[in-house]
């Protein structure tokens, strides 16, 4: 079939190539800039999750934490 | 079996907590309170950490608080809508090998199944899934089963449309169970598109119907965990 090639996003085809344990290699890269970035490890807000209860706060957002300074805020 | 089985099997998630699927009987939850305890897991959420939440299919939530894993979330179930039981689940799982270490994840099937639910993201992750799956499999000459899996499953309408091509006596019999089929079966892709539109919105409704009483009993915990406070 040649077809995949021509309907799937060539990004997402060279994600799919990798191994698992490539993405996992992958995966484990993403997380440690995250945190430097001040990522937090609460999960986003999902209210379309059956667990989601409007009263428990919310993790502050990743330019709102100390030794996060913004240079730039982009606007909505 | 979360975010981190989509990684393994191709999706791409950026999961900030790890999903345990485990079997809820006593031995096996007190192993795992052991391993709780020596990540200093605190139970974050209602319902309490015991089996007869686990059995009703609610998740019990935890933030570990020790070494590299402070911070981390952990959600732990034993039962989920439309999914086979634990022991039906862990006959079948993949096993794979990081870094030395074996990791037991959930089938891709009952994954694909795990992830019809009502919330907008796991959509994409599933459409996602299978066309890793397809992408992973088509040149090895793929076996009547995994055909017949991704006629069942597969939703990129123009992959459904050359399947059922190459694999007309199939389609037709699968038509049975899925049959928006009948359209890949036809090349009609805005049909086709339309259809599994319908599709996703019948599973969201009866994951909704599913969790209605569920949410109320979660409701109820909530209010009696704070009148404790």
Not at chain 1, 39 to 53: A, H, I, K, N, T
Not at chain 2, 16 to 27: E, F, H, N, S
Not at chain 2, 165 to 192: Q, Y
Not at chain 2, 213 to 218: D, N, T
Request: aromatic content about 8%; proline content about 6%.
């Amino acid at each position: 079939m040649e077809e995949l090639e021509s309907i799937v996003e060539p990004e997402w085809l060279d994600w799919y190539r990798l191994t698992p344990q490539e993405r996992w290699a992958e995966s484990e890269r993403l997380w440690i800039s995250y945190l430097a970035m001040g990522g937090s490890l609460d999960p986003e807000p999902d209210s379309q999750s059956p667990f989601y209860d409007p009263e428990t706060p919310c993790a502050v957002p990743a330019d709102g934490r100390p030794g996060v300074r913004v240079l730039r805020r982009g606007g909505v | 079996m979360g975010g981190q089985a989509c990684v393994f099997y191709g999706a791409a998630e950026f999961s900030r907590d790890t999903d345990l699927m485990i079997l809820a009987d006593a031995a096996n939850l007190e192993r795992l309170q052991e391993a709780l305890d020596e990540l200093q897991a605190v139970r974050i959420a209602v319902p309490p950490f015991e089996a007869r939440w686990l059995e009703r299919g609610l998740s019990v939530h935890f933030r570990c608080s020790t070494g590299e894993a402070a911070g981390m979330r952990l959600d732990v179930m034993s039962k989920m809508r439309g999914v086979a039981p634990f022991p039906d689940l862990w006959s079948r799982r993949t096993v794979l090998e990081i870094a030395g270490t074996e990791i037991d994840v959930l089938s891709i099937a009952d994954l694909v199944r795990a992830k019809k639910t009502q919330r907008d993201k796991d959509w994409p992750m599933l459409s996602r899934l299978l066309e890793a799956d397809f992408a992973a499999r088509r040149s090895l000459d793929p076996d009547g089963a995994r055909v017949e899996f991704w006629l069942r499953e597969l939703r990129t309408p123009a992959l459904l449309i050359q399947l059922a091509a190459k694999h007309p006596e199939l389609t037709r019999r699968v038509v049975t169970f899925r049959p928006l089929l009948s359209l890949a079966l036809a090349g009609d892709e805005i049909g086709l598109r339309k259809a599994l539109r319908n599709e996703e919105d019948a599973e969201r409704e009866a994951d909704r119907v599913y969790w209605e009483p569920l949410k109320r009993e979660l409701e109820r915990l909530r209010g009696a965990e704070r009148a404790q406070k």
